[in-house]
């Protein structure tokens, strides 16, 4: 398969290593990954905050850049940009593009997947060969449970994880206090959230915290980093493309 990668903002300026692992995963179960260079952001802060108009140019740049017919699937390591790409795009695209753009919207969302959706959905995977020998939690972002409804398939990804120490996170499903701009618009409500959710993650005693949200994991991971928790953050790609190093002994 043909899988074109879409970054999205926030990996590409902060987290690149989510970016690298979902295309080393892909790449060694098989499938070709190319990386199309015009891509830009999706304009989900730009509908979330009230500039839908200031979207469009984004979301045309998106069905310009993935609509190639020889892509096979995008994959994103996202679940709140392919959020915006499956309800968003649509209603800006009706609201201030034209009928044509609508359609190529239409097509390219229908092709457009968060990458534990991809993998389990689409390739009908859930072993994807991984090693991690570390106790991990996981924190269900809010886009991925909520707008996509992907359910327990980061979980299933995890389990078949070989040597991991998995546990559960209690209050798993409950906001972690992003939200994007809500975390600057409501900045105590969103410090309150954020505090219930280390306190959980603290009760499992994990090494890494897991999400398939890297802003999320920014949230998450500074304030653990503030209270030196001692605990890290990682994507779920960057779990899924890890493997057992082979160590040649020479006499």
């Known amino acids: 398969m043909r899988v074109a990668l879409f970054a999205t903002c926030i990996a590409d300026t902060m987290f690149p290593d989510a970016v690298k692992a979902t295309a080393l995963l892909l790449t060694r179960l098989g499938h070709e990954v190319v990386f199309p260079p015009g891509q830009t952001c999706c304009g989900q802060m730009h509908v979330n905050t009230g500039y839908q108009p200031d979207a469009l140019p984004l979301v045309r740049n998106y069905v310009d850049t993935f609509g190639d017919g020889d892509i096979d699937a995008v994959v994103v390591p996202s679940g709140s940009c392919v959020g915006s790409v499956r309800h968003q795009h649509e209603i800006v695209a009706e609201r201030y593009g034209t009928a044509s753009l609508s359609r190529q919207v239409a097509v390219v969302k229908a092709k457009t997947y968060e990458l534990s959706e991809l993998l389990i959905d689409v390739l009908g995977v859930t072993d994807v060969g991984a090693y991690y020998p570390h106790r991990v939690t996981y924190h269900p972002t809010c886009h991925s449970l909520r707008m996509l409804r992907v359910g327990d398939k980061p979980l299933r990804l995890l389990r078949a994880v070989h040597e991991i120490d998995l546990v559960e996170l209690p209050a798993a499903e409950v906001c972690?206090?992003?939200?994007?701009?809500?975390?600057?618009?409501?900045?105590?409500?969103?410090?309150?959230?954020?505090?219930?959710?280390?306190?959980?993650?603290?009760d499992t005693n994990a090494e890494f915290c897991c999400a398939s949200d890297s802003s999320c994991l920014m949230h998450i991971g500074g304030g653990m980093t503030r209270l030196q928790m001692g605990t890290r953050t990682i994507h779920l790609a960057e779990i899924l493309a890890s493997v057992q190093q082979r160590v040649e002994v020479t006499a």
């Open 176 to 202: 972690c206090g992003f939200g994007g701009t809500f975390a600057i618009k409501n900045a105590e409500t969103s410090t309150a959230m954020l505090a219930d959710k280390i306190r959980n993650v603290a």
